[in-house]
């Protein structure tokens, strides 16, 4: 009976010693794969260095890369020069690093998954810095924002001067070795008939033209909805 009793106290204590010595379940990290795309790298948010890098991210397993073109008010770099970007990913967090442009080298750190804004921005924040060389930048804050694909049919509502309706349709193209996307498209205005354009998308910005002309007739920024655009001589908004 004795023993009986001893073994009964004790279940409880052994009990204690099991719970504390047990781990408690941890909660992992959850890794977020980057989309590839199109993007636009704002450095230097808020500072009076602030510009971006308009280009291309393509991702295979970890690792990531692109080519990106930096427009900035400085003129460091041509804006019309390559820059190759290489990196990986791990725990929600995009690290990329460029080959060397002016003497500098940019590293981006940002931090996963893009999320939408008020304005339907897909965007993700982080951190830049530009080290050495005629573009150095100090760390600062980064934006990096995903660009919608222009593909698709649009209706334009123009607004300015007058207000007029027309469509567009535009084929956006796989990017090319300098991080754009070419195009090509048709835009019918009012009272007159279909024109086929040509162009480029790059950042966020489409600039389609006739061969003939060649300065575009057809610009357009799809950084946040509605899409803005200039076209058949006035301007306003086009939607899907």
Partial sequence: MRSRLRLFLLLPVATLIACGGSSAPTIGTIAYTPVAGDYVITVGVGTAGQANFNGNLAVSGTAVSGVFRYANVAACVPATQDIPFTGSFANSVLTLTSASFSNSVATFTIKLP??????????????????????????????AQLIPTFNGNWTVTLTSPSAATATLQVTQSAANADGQFPASGTITCA???????????????????????GSPIVTANNS?????????????????
């Avoid at 965007?123 to 810095?129: E, K, N, R, W």
């Avoid at 009272?191 to 061969?211: D, I, Y």
């Avoid at 946040?224 to 899907?240: E, F, H, I, L, N």
């Fill in 191 to 213: 009272g007159s008939g279909p024109t086929a354009l040509t162009g480029l998308v790059s950042g966020a910005s489409l600039q389609l033209a006739t061969t003939a002309q």
């Fill in 114 to 143: 893009l999320s939408n804004n008020n304005i339907n921005q897909q965007i993700a924040s982080g951190t830049s810095v530009i080290a050495g060389g005629t573009c150095a930048l100090a760390s600062s804050t980064l934006q």
């Fill in 224 to 240: 946040a909805v509605p899409v803005t655009v200039s076209a058949c001589g006035g301007t306003g908004t086009m939607t899907q």
